[in-house]
């Protein structure tokens, strides 16, 4: 998927290793739906006639269909790898549609909504364990972090819990409702809404760049990215969009009520970012909102 349309910079792009050792060949969503076209991605695949096929996204506020995309690639003959890096949560929790069975190979972090330690998992079917296995040792790593290992396996353990998927139900509505109260104020939401933990805003209206957002809500304790949005006019380093995520904060405890107070936050931050006053008082505000929802060490009963 390209980059500029959601994709990852390990999906091929060429400043990442992947887009110089492999020829790659980029679909991305349509205009106006700003979804992917399944039709569109089926005829690049006969087209090209790749040996792989990437999904999964970075940047993309959608439900992915992996049995569309495992359906091209069975019929142009071509491995299927599906990256849920950032949707592992949503998937373990059965809130989102899985690859498992569908894709060759899928592909995770095990931190974003799966909420581990920061590190990474390749699920493949039998047939290519070994070439797997041998490819990350000795290929391309050296002795195992046990720490991080047991960490992981705490991060699995909690997500068979029920609360676990309590937790991913919470981070799909907050998504929903902060995107909701950003439309209210007059802010594009990138193919209308959300469907799962993240959705991207363009500020082309708005007369902002991302670059612009992002910095004006670090100053106030908000943290965003600046990001590209689709068909986007503007250069990779200085965006037309800036994306905003709801794990974190739901994982701190923060729900329906507190995502409008961050819209308001964030909107009255961008129309007073000449305002160093007005945006020191909206600091004080997210300082006190963030002290009700602390920190907290989580415990897996044995």
Known sequence: ??????????????????????????YGVAKGSE???????????????????????????????????????????????????HIAGLVAAGLHPSPVGLAD??????????????????????EHAKAVDKAVFP?????????????????FKEALAPEFKDYQKQIIENAKVLAEEMAKRAYRIV???????LFLIDLGPKKLTGAQAESTLEKIGITVNKNMIPYDPRKP?????MRLGTPLVTSRGFGTGEMRQIADLID???????????????????????ARFPIRPRYVKS
Do not use: W
């Open 237 to 241: 380093m200085d965006p037309s969009g």
């Open 35 to 85: 979804r992917i076209e399944m039709d569109e991605v089926r005829k690049t695949a006969e087209r090209v006639k790749p040996k792989m096929i990437v999904c999964g996204a970075s940047a993309y506020s959608r439900i992915i269909d992996f049995k569309a995309f495992s359906e091209i690639a069975k019929a142009v003959g071509a491995l299927l790898l599906a990256d849920i890096a």
């Open 105 to 126: 190979f899928v592909t995770t972090t095990t931190h974003k909504t799966l909420r581990g330690p920061r590190g990474g998992m390749i699920l493949c079917s039998q």
């Open 191 to 197: 193919s209308g809404g959300t469907e799962n933990h």
């Open 1 to 26: 998927m390209s980059l500029d349309h959601g994709g990852h910079l390990s999906h091929g792009h060429n400043v990442n290793f992947v887009g110089q050792i492999f020829k790659i060949e980029r």
């Open 139 to 155: 290929g391309q790593q050296g002795g195992p972090l046990e720490h991080v290992i047991a960490a992981k396996a705490v991060s």
């Open 268 to 290: 009255r931050a961008l129309e007073s970012r000449e305002d160093a006053a007005k945006l020191e008082k909206l600091h004080s505000e997210t300082k006190k909102l963030s």
